[in-house]
């Protein structure tokens, strides 16, 4: 499996007083988040002027480790629940907080100008040996990434993994996986749903049937110790309706209240 080198993340920012501020809300999500929460930020500033809002995006993975060594975050939303519940067997979560924010779905993409119609049959090992051949499948590194873990788990299930696995681009998260094949490193990728609607420069094939991966939820916790008036007046806005809105806009499902 070929495997991209990790960039450091911009957590160094804790050092640099970015922080300092009482009013500051700093949250940690998800990479596929990104332009949603950009804009859900935007959004909230306009009505609250009392602080500002630093989002820091990479894999759940990476974010919840961080988080595990002291990164001062206030905020983490994950793209699955085992790097969630990673925080809350660490005692690191204000756990009354936790809650499922927004939902998502896999999808196969490839770069907009590619010829090849693929027939996709999922369970097919010749399909899959045949479409990667001469190429690869762009993912996010299925040993930890969540994007990645629900390919892994889908292609686990259809039987097909022996022969993915050798032809995979294992990506720091998946927006990395989206950008490999945005420039044609690879002509297949797995990513989610809301990542291919916000690119211009991919199309999706086909989308994986939900049966093959754990639900694909996003769970929401303000981090334990770090529920000030900021803190939550921003998290309850990410779960209101003007949020949703947002959310949705970005290709993202919403979740039932309870």
């Given at each position: 499996?070929?495997?991209?080198?990790?960039?450091?993340?911009?957590?160094?920012?804790?050092?640099?007083?970015?922080?300092?501020?009482?009013?500051?809300?700093?949250?940690?999500?998800?990479?596929?988040?990104?332009?949603?929460?950009?804009?859900?930020?935007?959004?909230?500033?306009?009505?609250?002027?009392?602080?500002?809002?630093e989002a820091l995006y990479d894999s759940s993975s990476n974010l919840a480790r961080q988080i595990e060594q002291g990164a001062p975050a206030d905020i983490f939303i994950?793209?699955?629940?085992?790097?969630?519940?990673?925080?809350?067997?660490?005692?690191?979560?204000?756990?009354?907080?936790?809650?499922?924010?927004?939902?998502?779905?896999?999808?196969?993409?490839?770069?907009?100008?590619?010829?090849?119609?693929?027939?996709?049959?999922?369970?097919?090992?010749?399909?899959?040996?045949?479409?990667?051949?001469?190429?690869?499948?762009?993912?996010?590194?299925?040993?930890?990434?969540?994007?990645?873990?629900?390919?892994?788990?889908?292609?686990?299930?259809?039987?097909?993994?022996?022969?993915?696995?050798?032809?995979?681009?294992?990506?720091?998260?998946?927006?990395?996986?989206?950008?490999?094949?945005?420039?044609?490193?690879?002509?297949?990728?797995?990513?989610?749903?809301?990542?291919?609607?916000?690119?211009?420069?991919?199309?999706?094939?086909?989308?994986?049937?939900?049966?093959?991966?754990?639900?694909?939820?996003?769970?929401?916790?303000?981090?334990?110790?770090?529920?000030?008036?900021?803190?939550?007046?921003?998290?309850?806005?990410?779960?209101?309706?003007?949020?949703?809105?947002?959310?949705?806009?970005?290709?993202?499902?919403?979740?039932?209240?309870?």
């Amino acid at each position: 499996m070929l495997k991209f080198k990790k960039t450091a993340l911009t957590l160094i920012l804790a050092t640099t007083g970015l922080f300092a501020q009482a009013d500051n809300i700093t949250v940690f999500a998800a990479a596929s988040l990104q332009n949603a929460i950009d804009e859900i930020k935007v959004a909230y500033q306009t009505e609250d002027k009392k602080g500002e809002i630093e989002a820091l995006y990479d894999s759940s993975s990476n974010l919840a480790r961080q988080i595990e060594q002291g990164a001062p975050a206030d905020i983490f939303i994950s793209a699955n629940q085992s790097w969630m519940n990673y925080l809350e067997e660490k005692s690191l979560l204000d756990n009354a907080t936790r809650t499922n924010i927004v939902k998502n779905e896999l999808a196969l993409i490839t770069f907009n100008e590619n010829p090849i119609e693929y027939k996709v049959d999922f369970s097919s090992n010749e399909f899959w040996k045949e479409a990667l051949a001469k190429t690869r499948i762009a993912l996010g590194d299925p040993d930890h990434v969540p994007a990645g873990l629900y390919a892994k788990e889908s292609f686990e299930k259809l039987g097909v993994w022996k022969t993915v696995e050798p032809r995979v681009a294992a990506a720091q998260n998946v927006r990395a996986a989206l950008l490999l094949v945005e420039v044609k490193e690879a002509d297949l990728g797995v990513v989610y749903s809301s990542d291919a609607s916000v690119s211009q420069k991919v199309k999706t094939v086909t989308t994986f049937p939900d049966d093959l991966h754990e639900p694909i939820e996003y769970p929401i916790a303000i981090l334990k110790d770090r529920a000030t008036p900021a803190t939550e007046g921003f998290y309850h806005y990410l779960l209101s309706d003007d949020a949703a809105t947002i959310f949705k806009k970005y290709g993202f499902a919403i979740p039932a209240k309870k």
